[in-house]
Nanobody
Framework: QVRLVESGGGLVQAGGSLRLSCTTS????????MGWFRQAPGKEREFVAT????????RYADSVKGRFTISRDNAKNTVYLQMNSLKAEDTAVYYC?????????????????WGQGTQVTVSS
């Protein structure tokens, strides 16, 4: 069993930055493709970013490209999401995800493990 715990959410002004962290426990972290999704009130859950376990290849949603950076530290079993130039429309609950089989996919159904989520609120 894999457990994902997010942290780092909070309230920030538009144009500001936040860094989310997701620490995992359980099976070998370095074998997982990791990612982030988000869900705003009244909206569908949407893909944000993902990073592979082997090549550290990354993929981003168009809406965050150039502003967000996903990275991972396998020694610390942690994946990060650095969010810069935040906008009001980035306000959402952010979920950390993991998969043993997914390869840089944006499909939520491909990720078998989900964290409990952390709230990010951007004030305009």
């Amino acid at each position: 069993q894999v457990r994902l715990v997010e942290s780092g959410g909070g309230l920030v002004q538009a144009g500001g930055s936040l860094r989310l962290s997701c620490t995992t426990s359980g099976r070998t972290f370095s074998s997982y493709t990791m990612g982030w999704f988000r869900q705003a009130p009244g909206k569908e859950r949407e893909f944000v970013a993902t990073i592979s376990w082997a090549t550290l290849s990354v993929r981003y949603a168009d809406s965050v490209k150039g502003r967000f950076t996903i990275s991972r530290d396998n020694a610390k079993n942690t994946v990060y999401l650095q969010m810069n130039s935040l906008k009001a429309e980035d306000t959402a609950v952010y979920y950390c995800v993991a998969s043993l089989t997914a390869t840089l996919t944006s499909e939520s159904s491909s990720y078998g493990y989900w964290g409990q989520g952390t709230q990010v609120t951007v004030s305009s």
